[in-house]
């Protein structure tokens, strides 16, 4: 009982344990599937878990995002236009269209962030309208067949690296939201925000300003994993980014931010993003066939219920942990 | 005498239709403890919010020491050293006590955050205060108390220079606030100017200076604290005398019929053995400490929570236990303590929030007799002396002690057999005070059979036909309403030893004799 209590109480070893059981698992159908796949997994990680970061911080400041999964469709139709090889691609220099791409993403967060605060129309109308419309808009700008050829420095951000380079940005990723969260002021005030937003205007602390930057900082994070995206599957199709605002949001809560707003940290959400890959990963391997997908589908349903009801005894408890300690 | 911090010169705001200020002026001296009193909805939050800049005045100015402040800014406000701590808590529960004492104002070095900088000051700044708290966990897992303080020790790290203090000791126990007194006496010595605004006079007199009234917006008096009594500040608030503790005399409504008989009722741990019987036009007051059992055992009798031993019955039929809907369709009616998430839905109109009750009565096929309802209100209104410009506000526009009219008022519309107060008037002002007493009785004219549950000694005596004292979760006396005295409730009410101990201390806060 004790130790169930830990557990609920510490989101991260929690997670751990279930990697731990999961990787175990795998192990004893295959020896080799540890060895075989940890670096996919990481890899795999790589889209969900730089959005995440970002997404993390709007739902700590007691909002939503759920158009990532569009925007980055968009995003990656953008940079396929502009810098493919072949038609209907420009052919443009690869770092035009990342900048481009980049600041596309800033420029819908902030925009998404205005509607919210200026507008004060709610988070996830805004955001759900949006999911439709870029929806809509990446269809029409692949149109017909997919966007292939792309120049291969683009490609090597994807492939290349004897540490995958891709890894190594969502790692830098990672650890600037850290440090953002832990060891700067703006990190404190989306904390503050999230928990009491009455109080954290009292505490002249700027609710635009904040929120601004959470959604600018998401629509900036998705546009590079966009980027990252077509550059690993040199592909972009109008099912790219599909669903990827719901997995985003899977992790983000079962990684132990409340959806409420104010409370979780960094580490639960990379852990949770590693833990969902990971259970997608393994459905694979154990080749299923079709019935992985519903199976993929029921665990994740089942972990964010899991989340949201231990978050739940934990509060009761008094004791659920802060967001900032680490 | 010390120099003046602040003066404020003919402030006036004005929201829609109603002058919450009227041209108030008010100066605070260099270390002064300042009472603000009045009544619920004489503007009192209205001064504090132009004061921290929450709230931009129409016309007049603030200045501290002599430089014109700049209204409506939060920041400029509090750079000039004004800080205030609510009513609520507002510190923030996810964020540990070194956050909740700096954010906003974070010590960085460069870009990054100094947390060890911050750590230091934060046990400095506690300790200023005789604190020693584990500044590293979340605010959530503090006492109310020790939070509260913490928003104190974040004024203090602001160089705060007049701070303002809004009901602190609401949610306090006895203890607690003889501690928040003391600290408060000793930021005064320090030359800190503190503005106290509370109901509870006895606070005001122990702890003030000088004492401000406003009322319905406007100023009444400042005078210094040796200058006014009891009588004469409650006076000065209500504009009228006003004896909100006259004895309730005759027992008008009361009758020898009994409407809830309660018999050897037991819940494990609550309370056990609870009999009491409230007759059709009664006043039964439940008296005792916090935390005797008296709230647990009004919600057993509503069917909120179940019981394991005895019955509860009802114009002499038995209660189905457990069941809230068998209690109100049994007729009993309870208005809770904490009338603002369990008795009220702020954001809905005053209107709807008075005919919530009785809309079965005001429909016919499902649908709502709008022209029935609207009169129904109006009456109501009238009845209650509800101050509001327009019944079509949301309830959260009115002021605590109209608020808690409206809670009545929805049980007025549609007559319950019994109705159970919980705390009626807690937080409430003298004026709102009488008037929801007098509402009390009016029911129980009417031949309803209440139940009332206080920690307002003078307001059980004042209201009660009989009392029952409740002490670890037993009845532990009746006494007479008409003839019983404060000490003889507190007798009962105290734990066996304690009394003794406390009658020598001679205190008897907890129990608060407002």
Same mark, same amino acid.
């Given at each position: 009982?004790?130790?169930?209590?830990?557990?609920?109480?510490?989101?991260?070893?929690?997670?751990?344990?279930?990697?731990?059981?999961?990787?175990?698992?795998?192990?004893?159908?295959?020896?080799?599937?540890?060895?075989?796949?940890?670096?996919?997994?990481?890899?795999?990680?790589?889209?969900?878990?730089?959005?995440?970061?970002?997404?993390?911080?709007?739902?700590?400041?007691?909002?939503?995002?759920?158009?990532?999964?569009?925007?980055?469709?968009?995003?990656?139709?953008?940079?396929?236009?502009?810098?493919?090889?072949?038609?209907?691609?420009?052919?443009?220099?690869?770092?035009?269209?990342?900048?481009?791409?980049?600041?596309?993403?800033?420029?819908?967060?902030?925009?998404?962030?205005?509607?919210?605060?200026?507008?004060?129309?709610?988070?996830?109308?805004?955001?759900?309208?949006?999911?439709?419309?870029?929806?809509?808009?990446?269809?029409?700008?692949?149109?017909?067949?997919?966007?292939?050829?792309?120049?291969?420095?683009?490609?090597?951000?994807?492939?290349?690296?004897?540490?995958?380079?891709?890894?190594?940005?969502?790692?830098?990723?990672?650890?600037?939201?850290?440090?953002?969260?832990?060891?700067?002021?703006?990190?404190?005030?989306?904390?503050?925000?999230?928990?009491?937003?009455?109080?954290?205007?009292?505490?002249?602390?700027?609710?635009?300003?904040?929120?601004?930057?959470?959604?600018?900082?998401?629509?900036?994070?998705?546009?590079?994993?966009?980027?990252?995206?077509?550059?690993?599957?040199?592909?972009?199709?109008?099912?790219?980014?599909?669903?990827?605002?719901?997995?985003?949001?899977?992790?983000?809560?079962?990684?132990?931010?409340?959806?409420?707003?104010?409370?979780?940290?960094?580490?639960?959400?990379?852990?949770?993003?590693?833990?969902?890959?990971?259970?997608?990963?393994?459905?694979?391997?154990?080749?299923?066939?079709?019935?992985?997908?519903?199976?993929?589908?029921?665990?994740?349903?089942?972990?964010?219920?899991?989340?949201?009801?231990?978050?739940?005894?934990?509060?009761?408890?008094?004791?659920?942990?802060?967001?900032?300690?680490? | 005498?010390?120099?003046?911090?602040?003066?404020?010169?003919?402030?006036?705001?004005?929201?829609?239709?109603?002058?919450?200020?009227?041209?108030?002026?008010?100066?605070?001296?260099?270390?002064?403890?300042?009472?603000?009193?009045?009544?619920?909805?004489?503007?009192?939050?209205?001064?504090?919010?132009?004061?921290?800049?929450?709230?931009?005045?129409?016309?007049?100015?603030?200045?501290?020491?002599?430089?014109?402040?700049?209204?409506?800014?939060?920041?400029?406000?509090?750079?000039?050293?004004?800080?205030?701590?609510?009513?609520?808590?507002?510190?923030?529960?996810?964020?540990?006590?070194?956050?909740?004492?700096?954010?906003?104002?974070?010590?960085?070095?460069?870009?990054?955050?100094?947390?060890?900088?911050?750590?230091?000051?934060?046990?400095?700044?506690?300790?200023?205060?005789?604190?020693?708290?584990?500044?590293?966990?979340?605010?959530?897992?503090?006492?109310?108390?020790?939070?509260?303080?913490?928003?104190?020790?974040?004024?203090?790290?602001?160089?705060?220079?007049?701070?303002?203090?809004?009901?602190?000791?609401?949610?306090?126990?006895?203890?607690?606030?003889?501690?928040?007194?003391?600290?408060?006496?000793?930021?005064?010595?320090?030359?800190?100017?503190?503005?106290?605004?509370?109901?509870?006079?006895?606070?005001?007199?122990?702890?003030?200076?000088?004492?401000?009234?406003?009322?319905?917006?406007?100023?009444?008096?400042?005078?210094?604290?040796?200058?006014?009594?009891?009588?004469?500040?409650?006076?000065?608030?209500?504009?009228?005398?006003?004896?909100?503790?006259?004895?309730?005399?005759?027992?008008?409504?009361?009758?020898?019929?009994?409407?809830?008989?309660?018999?050897?009722?037991?819940?494990?741990?609550?309370?056990?053995?609870?009999?009491?019987?409230?007759?059709?036009?009664?006043?039964?007051?439940?008296? #005792?400490?916090?935390?005797? #059992?008296?709230?647990?055992?009004?919600? *057993?009798?509503?069917?909120?929570?179940?019981?394991?031993?005895?019955?509860?019955?009802? #114009?002499?039929?038995?209660?189905?236990?457990?069941?809230?809907?068998?209690?109100?369709?049994?007729?009993?009616?309870?208005?809770?303590?904490?009338?603002?998430?369990?008795?009220?839905?702020?954001?809905?109109?005053?209107?709807?929030?008075?005919?919530?009750?009785?809309?079965?009565?005001?429909?016919?096929? #499902?649908?709502?007799?709008?022209?029935?309802?609207?009169?129904?209100?109006?009456?109501?209104?009238?009845?209650?002396?509800?101050?509001?410009?327009?019944?079509?506000?949301?309830?959260?526009?009115?002021?605590?002690?109209?608020?808690?009219?409206?809670?009545?008022?929805?049980?007025?519309?549609?007559?319950?057999?019994?109705?159970?107060?919980?705390?009626?008037?807690?937080?409430?002002?003298?004026?709102?005070?009488?008037?929801?007493?007098?509402?009390?009785?009016?029911?129980?004219?009417?031949?309803?059979?209440?139940?009332?549950?206080?920690?307002?000694?003078?307001?059980?005596?004042?209201?009660?036909?009989?009392?029952?004292?409740?002490?670890?979760?037993?009845?532990?006396?009746?006494?007479?309403?008409?003839?019983?005295?404060?000490?003889?409730?507190?007798?009962?009410?105290?734990?066996?030893?304690?009394?003794?101990?406390?009658?020598?201390?001679?205190?008897?806060?907890?129990?608060? *004799?407002?």
């Amino acid at each position: 009982m004790r130790a169930l209590a830990i557990l609920i109480r510490n989101r991260e070893a929690g997670l751990l344990l279930l990697i731990g059981i999961l990787t175990l698992a795998a192990s004893l159908v295959d020896p080799s599937f540890v060895a075989a796949n940890w670096l996919d997994i990481l890899i795999n990680s790589v889209p969900a878990l730089i959005i995440a970061c970002g997404v993390m911080l709007v739902i700590v400041c007691g909002e939503i995002d759920i158009s990532v999964g569009s925007l980055l469709g968009v995003l990656a139709a953008m940079l396929g236009l502009l810098c493919s090889t072949s038609a209907p691609g420009m052919g443009l220099h690869p770092w035009l269209g990342i900048a481009v791409v980049l600041a596309a993403g800033g420029v819908v967060g902030l925009c998404t962030g205005c509607l919210v605060v200026f507008g004060r129309v709610p988070s996830i109308i805004v955001t759900l309208g949006l999911l439709i419309a870029l929806d809509g808009a990446q269809d029409w700008m692949i149109g017909g067949g997919d966007i292939k050829n792309f120049p291969s420095q683009l490609r090597w951000l994807g492939t290349g690296g004897r540490v995958p380079v891709d890894l190594c940005i969502a790692a830098g990723v990672v650890f600037a939201t850290w440090i953002v969260c832990n060891r700067m002021a703006m990190g404190r005030r989306i904390y503050a925000l999230g928990s009491n937003p009455a109080s954290a205007r009292l505490a002249g602390i700027s609710e635009a300003r904040t929120k601004l930057f959470a959604f600018t900082v998401t629509g900036l994070l998705t546009g590079l994993a966009a980027i990252l995206w077509v550059a690993k599957f040199g592909n972009v199709s109008t099912s790219t980014g599909v669903g990827l605002e719901l997995k985003v949001v899977t992790c983000v809560v079962v990684g132990g931010v409340a959806i409420t707003g104010g409370r979780g940290r960094l580490a639960g959400v990379v852990l949770a993003v590693i833990l969902i890959t990971m259970i997608r990963t393994v459905l694979n391997f154990m080749d299923l066939g079709p019935e992985a997908v519903k199976w993929q589908r029921a665990i994740e349903g089942a972990m964010i219920l899991l989340a949201v009801v231990t978050d739940h005894f934990g509060q009761r408890d008094g004791r659920a942990k802060g967001g900032l300690s680490g | 005498m010390s120099d003046a911090l602040l003066a404020i010169e003919d402030l006036s705001k004005a929201y829609g239709g109603v002058q919450a200020l009227g041209k108030v002026s008010l100066g605070i001296r260099t270390g002064e403890v300042h009472a603000l009193c009045g009544e619920n909805g004489a503007g009192k939050s209205t001064l504090i919010k132009c004061l921290t800049g929450v709230v931009k005045p129409d016309a007049g100015t603030i200045s501290v020491s002599g430089k014109l402040l700049e209204t409506g800014d939060v920041r400029l406000a509090e750079a000039a050293g004004i800080a205030v701590i609510h009513q609520e808590s507002t510190s923030f529960p996810d964020l540990d006590a070194v956050d909740n004492l700096f954010v906003g104002r974070e010590v960085k070095k460069g870009l990054l955050l100094d947390r060890a900088a911050m750590e230091k000051q934060a046990v400095v700044a506690l300790g200023r205060l005789g604190l020693q708290l584990e500044v590293g966990r979340p605010l959530r897992s503090f006492t109310v108390a020790h939070r509260q303080m913490v928003e104190m020790a974040r004024a203090l790290l602001r160089d705060c220079r007049l701070l303002i203090m809004d009901e602190p000791t609401a949610s306090l126990s006895a203890r607690e606030t003889e501690i928040l007194l003391d600290l408060v006496k000793g930021l005064r010595a320090d030359g800190v100017s503190v503005l106290y605004v509370s109901h509870r006079l006895e606070e005001v007199f122990a702890l003030a200076d000088r004492v401000t009234v406003l009322r319905d917006g406007q100023l009444v008096a400042t005078s210094a604290i040796d200058a006014i009594d009891h009588a004469g500040l409650i006076k000065q608030m209500v504009g009228r005398e006003v004896d909100a503790l006259t004895r309730h005399g005759s027992h008008e409504g009361s009758t020898q019929q009994p409407c809830l008989e309660v018999r050897g009722l037991g819940s494990s741990g609550l309370f056990e053995d609870i009999s009491l019987t409230v007759h059709r036009g009664e006043i039964l007051g439940l008296g #005792g400490l916090v935390g005797a #059992g008296r709230s647990e055992v009004a919600r *057993a009798i509503f069917g909120v929570d179940a019981y394991q031993h005895g019955a509860v019955l009802v #114009g002499g039929r038995q209660l189905e236990g457990g069941s809230v809907r068998a209690a109100m369709k049994a007729g009993i009616a309870l208005v809770p303590e904490d009338r603002q998430h369990e008795g009220l839905v702020l954001p809905m109109p005053i209107s709807e929030n008075l005919t919530m009750a009785a809309l079965p009565e005001l429909s016919r096929f #499902g649908l709502i007799d709008s022209r029935e309802e609207s009169k129904l209100v109006s009456e109501l209104v009238a009845r209650l002396s509800v101050r509001t410009g327009d019944p079509d506000l949301p309830v959260e526009s009115l002021s605590g002690g109209n608020q808690q009219k409206v809670v009545l008022g929805k049980w007025l519309a549609n007559r319950p057999d019994l109705l159970i107060l919980d705390e009626p008037t807690r937080g409430v002002d003298v004026g709102a005070k009488a008037e929801i007493h007098r509402l009390i009785r009016e029911l129980a004219a009417q031949g309803t059979a209440t139940l009332v549950i206080s920690s307002d000694l003078p307001e059980l005596l004042a209201i009660s036909d009989r009392i029952l004292v409740m002490e670890g979760g037993r009845i532990r006396g009746e006494l007479d309403g008409t003839r019983a005295t404060q000490e003889e409730v507190l007798r009962l009410a105290l734990p066996a030893g304690e009394a003794s101990r406390r009658a020598a201390r001679g205190n008897t806060r907890e129990v608060s *004799a407002s």
